[in-house]
């Protein structure tokens, strides 16, 4: 046989390697245990700190119910109402959540998640598998590829995705993926081009990080082709480019939210900073997990002593298993083939992508003439698009693909040596690889719902929405509520989204402030007294759809300075609200009463910033306001204060009527005034900043500061034209008041 070729034409016979799928779903029951045990009652994860597996239960739960409605999972209304929210940049977990709709609409998200839990570990292990041995060859053994595949699946990298990450943990697809590339690439025919648009669709739409890993992957593949036998590329790139075109044009709903606003909606506040906390350490590749039942304590001092109290475990827990390593280097000289010698470069080029921009070594950057050394992942980082990435550590995903594959040459040749004790030296080295990696018992969560949840009476869909409090300033603090979602099935204010959280009526807007601030004594511009105050406040929560508060005791605990703060919300919600309709020791559920204060009154809706130092807001760009009247009937809106800049003007617009042009001088504190025709209710007017000449100011430019914003009944005749206080009507349409400030 040639050096350079190896035939990967023959097809797989899967159900004589029925075997290697049982052992592997037995080890992952041992593995993971108790998961097993809990299958029905809890999912992998710290009972003590709620974290981003709630997130992933929920998107089970929301796609299996999109789905079944006829909706888009792409978006959502039960997040961040009254808005709604796209998921573009969120972990949907969108192909194993639609494989597992049914499932999950049948038994629920709990036999799902676990289920998926099980798929992952066992699917990955049997890919990598298959992968290994068909590049092992004709003489390949399969006890090799079963080591290989058992060493990928159960690494200490892959046990810390299990803690939150299950959309990084469901690699299932990803060797599946390269196998049916390389066949595609060296033999072409329908069903390896079929199967390599199957396996490359999945796996896109699992996560669009393991998408990235393999279009980096079919890169590498071009130019390692291109350089070691350039007549055939051509050839290849015939087979291969029709497949992943199709599975790039499938899924294109998914991937086009990433792309279409060239990546602003899930920009980081500090993409590179955020690159350099989650970049791999050179130690951590051959530093055993701190979750070793024997050994961990011990590892978790020294990574303390080396990196310090802002070590991220999750993220810089990049062990793959010294027994998978020594086989890998000793399978390096054997990588003969063109197909497997690729292997070789795929190992080193990811597992320097996934040292992240500048090496770090102990804790410590390794410093070239003074510089930090840079890395591969630089120029990923400049690309288009490349600051949306912001953990290179894992890139170990892949790079543990490659491993594997070498490990199985070198597991070959050391079962060569004892042919006729080959299984038992196999089942040694799986043994001792699973061993130096375990992470047993795996801690579990409870699916626990508190008892209020079951509480709230019946509600149309998409209706009655739930506002909970606390109100954190990073819904990321409190993930737990994603899975009371699925219990009560309201949309609610707030949400946890992997990216581009929306903005939130939290700050300004009377009701929703005092439960954000646990206060009902904090003024605000719009000048409201106390009792005026709590009657507006359950206004505005009404014309939100509020119906419901639910005071979640449990959840002070995990936002920092409100750990004492559960009795006086339970206080202000009394005080607001009136005495709860069901309270445990869990929390309580109020309902939200109707009454309204007995005059009009104006208050600040969104777009408004909050200075510290008095009763004072600023606008920038854009605002919107929000308007109560008892009564139908023409009322005159004043807004006090200045604005920033002598060249400032503000246009406000009540629905389709013409828009009005005022400003407020930057000199000193003025008062502009304008007349409205309101319906009886709750209304919204939009500010929009100008420039004298006319124009929108830039987003985020300031614009004006107030300290006072009134709203009263005009006293003119009913019959008077209502004038443009301060200048005139624009010239042109201004189009509808826009949902949020973006």
Not at 107 to 131: K, Q
Not at 476 to 485: D, F, K, S
Not at 591 to 615: I, K, N, Q
Request: charged share 15%; aromatic share 10%.
């Amino acid at each position: 046989m040639s050096s350079r070729t190896l035939p990967l034409g023959g097809r797989l016979q899967l159900s004589r390697h029925a075997w290697a799928l049982v052992l592997y779903a037995l080890l992952t029951v041992v593995a993971t245990w108790p998961v097993a045990a809990r299958w029905g009652t809890h999912v992998p994860g710290d009972p003590g700190d709620p974290g981003d597996y709630w997130a992933y239960y929920w998107d089970l739960w929301w796609v299996a119910r999109s789905v079944g409605s006829g909706q888009t999972p792409l978006r959502t209304s039960l997040l961040y109402h009254p808005d709604g929210t796209s998921l573009a940049y969120h972990s949907l977990l969108l192909a194993p959540s639609l494989l597992l709709a049914p499932v999950t609409a049948a038994l629920g998200p709990t036999f799902s998640y676990n289920l998926l839990v099980g798929l992952a570990f066992v699917g990955s292990a049997f890919g990598v598998y298959c992968l290994a041995l068909t590049l092992l060859g004709p003489s390949g053994s399969s006890a090799a590829a079963f080591v290989a595949g058992a060493g990928y699946a159960f690494s200490a990298y892959r046990f810390s995705r299990l803690m939150g990450h299950l959309d990084l943990l469901s690699t299932e697809w990803l060797p599946f993926a390269l196998l049916f590339l390389l066949r595609c690439s060296r033999a072409g025919g329908r069903g390896n081009a079929v199967g390599l648009a199957v396996f490359t669709w999945l796996t896109a739409l699992t996560n669009w990080y393991l998408g990235t890993f393999l279009a980096l992957f079919v890169a590498l593949q071009v130019a390692h082709l291109a350089w070691t036998d350039a007549a055939a590329l051509r050839g290849s790139l015939l087979r291969v480019l029709p497949p992943l075109a199709l599975a790039l044009a499938l899924s294109a709903p998914a991937w086009w939210g990433l792309v279409s606003d060239l990546g602003r909606g899930g920009a980081l506040a500090d993409p590179m900073g955020d690159c350099q906390a989650n970049s791999a350490d050179l130690l951590g590749f051959v530093l055993p997990s701190s979750a070793h039942p024997l050994w961990g304590a011990a590892a978790a001092s020294l990574r303390q002593r080396l990196f310090g109290p802002a070590d991220n475990q999750v993220e810089n827990t990049v062990f793959l298993g010294l027994v998978p390593l020594a086989l890998a280097l000793w399978g390096w000289r054997e990588a003969r083939s063109v197909q497997t010698r690729l292997f070789r470069w795929a190992w080193v080029l990811f597992l320097a992508l996934a040292l992240g921009p500048q090496l770090h070594v102990g804790g410590q950057p390794v410093a070239l003439f003074g510089h930090p050394l840079p890395m591969p992942y630089l120029a990923l980082y400049h690309l288009p698009l490349g600051t949306l990435a912001h953990a290179p550590s894992r890139f170990v995903l892949i790079a543990g693909i490659a491993q594997a594959v070498l490990a199985a040459l070198g597991a070959r040749q050391v079962l060569a040596r004892w042919p006729r004790r080959a299984s038992a030296v196999a089942a040694a080295l799986t043994a001792a690889a699973l061993f130096e990696t375990a992470a047993v018992p795996y801690p579990t969560a409870a699916v626990h719902v508190p008892a209020l949840y079951h509480r709230l009476p019946a509600a149309a869909p998409g209706q009655d929405v739930l506002l909970e409090v606390p109100i954190p300033d990073w819904p990321a603090q409190l993930p737990q509520r994603m899975l009371y979602q699925t219990a009560h099935g309201r949309p609610v204010f707030g949400g946890y989204l992997s990216r581009s959280l929306p903005p939130q009526p939290f700050d300004a807007l009377p009701g929703f402030r005092e439960l954000k601030a646990l206060s009902l004594d904090v003024p605000d511009v719009d000048g409201l007294e106390p009792e005026a105050r709590r009657a507006a406040g359950r206004v505005a929560l009404r014309a939100y759809g509020a119906s419901h508060v639910a005071l979640l005791k449990d959840d002070f605990r995990y936002l920092p300075g409100l750990a004492s703060q559960g009795e006086q919300a339970r206080s202000v919600l009394i005080d607001l609200l009136g005495p709860p309709i069901f309270e445990d020791a869990e929390g309580a559920l109020f309902a939200v009463p109707p009454g309204a204060p007995p005059r009009a009154f104006a208050c600040p809706e969104r777009g408004f910033e909050s200075l510290a130092a008095d009763v004072t807001r600023v606008v920038r760009a854009w605002a919107r306001v929000g308007l109560w009247s008892p009564q139908p009937g023409r009322h005159a809106l004043t807004l006090r204060g200045a604005g920033l800049g002598e060249d400032r003007a503000f246009a406000l617009r009540l629905g389709a009527d013409a828009t009005s042009v005022s400003r407020l001088p930057a000199s000193a504190d003025s008062t502009a005034r304008i007349v409205l025709d309101l319906q009886a209710g709750w209304q919204l007017a939009e500010i929009r900043c100008l420039s004298l000449a006319g124009s929108p100011l830039p987003a985020g430019e300031p614009c004006l500061r107030l300290s006072g914003i009134d709203l009263t009944p005009d006293r003119r005749l009913a019959g008077e034209p209502s004038p443009a206080v301060g200048g005139s009507p624009l010239t042109g349409p201004a189009g509808p008041p826009r949902a949020a400030a973006r």
